[in-house]
């Protein structure tokens, strides 16, 4: 019997085709086998399950938003465009998707969780407990939302933004009104805006130079207040070197000329 070697070559090519050709139909025919069974209609997809934190959703709702926009069955569809899909809808921070057999999406949700307005309250920008901002109306009626400061700043900004919110809220509790509002300019100026309507330059500075501006403030303010009656306060500004200047109802400045500075008093250091 001659060996395979002693074959004419054309025989060898033909032979080599003829494998080859069998084995790209053989691929194609389990290609089309494996299409057909993941295209099955007993693949079709049942149902979405959702649980985690859903205080803003519903099973229902989301799945009459997505099912139209879902494309294959179960078996074919991609998983992170499904989760892709689902963190498209408001609230919702993150979302884990998994197949369940037979035909079932299950999808665990984390919403965000709202602590300011990303700018003007009611403009339907948040920001959430990360720092990071969100697009999103609260529900109507939602006692909370009456409460959330405005913060301010440039694009990228609300992580910094919210971290001097959350320390400069406790220095200048003394004062006796919430802190409302609170801006980044784009030049880096600080200006903050208590709930009654004062107005506090914070000027420029690192984190820590804001904060102890703001400390000098808020612990010498009460005894420059008791010196002026009690007169309502509408403005501070904290930017000096050596101390801070106040602007309070009622109280005048010496001479025309120094009117438009309405500087009132000035605290130095001690």
Known sequence: ??????????????????????????????????????????WSLGRIVVDGEVEHQSEEGV????????????LTLDLQEVKRLFETLPWVRQAVVRREF?????????????????GEAGGGKLV??????????????????????ELVG?????????ALYRQLQ?????????????????SGHWQARLAGGTQIELGRGSEAELLARAERFSSTLPELMT??????????????????AVRMRGVQTV?????????????RKK
Request: charged letters at 20%; proline letters at 8%; a negative charge.
């Open 1 to 42: 019997m001659a060996s395979r070697s002693a074959l004419p070559f054309d025989v060898r090519i033909m032979n080599g085709l003829a494998s080859a050709l069998f084995l790209s139909v053989a691929l194609a025919a389990l290609g089309t086998a494996v299409w057909w069974v993941a295209h099955h209609p007993s």
């Open 63 to 74: 799945r009459a938003y997505l099912a139209p926009q879902l494309r294959g069955s179960f």
């Open 102 to 118: 037979p035909n079932r999406l299950h999808v665990t949700l984390q919403e965000h969780e709202a602590v300011a307005w990303w």
């Open 128 to 149: 959430n407990r990360q720092g990071a901002v969100f697009e999103a109306d609260p529900d109507p009626g939602h006692a909370q939302a009456e409460s959330w400061p």
């Open 154 to 162: 440039p694009e990228g900004g609300s992580d910094r933004v919210y």
């Open 170 to 186: 406790p220095v200048l509790q003394p004062l006796g009104q919430p802190l409302s509002q609170l801006e980044l300019g784009a």
């Open 227 to 244: 010196r002026y009656g009690g007169r309502a306060l509408e403005a501070a500004d904290l930017r000096y070197p050596d101390g801070y």
């Open 255 to 267: 001479s025309d000329d120094k009117a438009a500075a309405a500087l009132a008093a000035r605290v």
